[in-house]
């Protein structure tokens, strides 16, 4: 295995950028995203948002997975219509309008409570 400096000459200069660690601020400001929004990511949703390296305390980004995980997200408009089968499954009764002109199940009438005479 080489050392750091040897891999370093082997990349032209946009790959080095591209691999260059980046802290969360800058990879927030590159994703139009905030830091807190890649904070939660992180923690509440694992495997949702970029991937990132920690060192230590720090977490970091490379900009290479930053931009193949935004590039994953694109919508082409390659959208598929899914017909969901109606024979056989059964459907709520309909609801038709009233005479108060509402869709809906029929209101309940208040009672009103009287004193005895």
Do not use: F
């Not at 193949?68 to 969901?84: F, K, Q, Y």
């Not at 024979?87 to 009103?112: F, L, M, S």
Request: net charge positive.
């Amino acid at each position: 295995m080489g050392t750091r400096d040897e891999h370093i000459s082997a990349t032209s200069d946009g790959d080095e950028l591209l691999l260059r660690p980046v802290g969360e601020h800058e990879a927030a400001e590159l994703l139009g995203l905030s830091r807190e929004t890649l904070m939660a990511w992180r923690s509440r949703r694992p495997g949702y948002g970029p991937p990132y390296v920690k060192m230590g305390k720090s977490v970091r980004y490379r900009r290479k997975d930053l931009l193949d995980w935004m590039e994953a997200r694109v919508d082409r408009g390659e959208r598929t219509t899914v017909r969901i089968p109606t024979r056989g499954v059964a459907r709520p009764p309909a609801q038709t309008a009233g005479a108060t002109g509402r869709t809906g199940p029929t209101p309940r009438r208040k009672r009103v409570l009287t004193a005895p005479p």
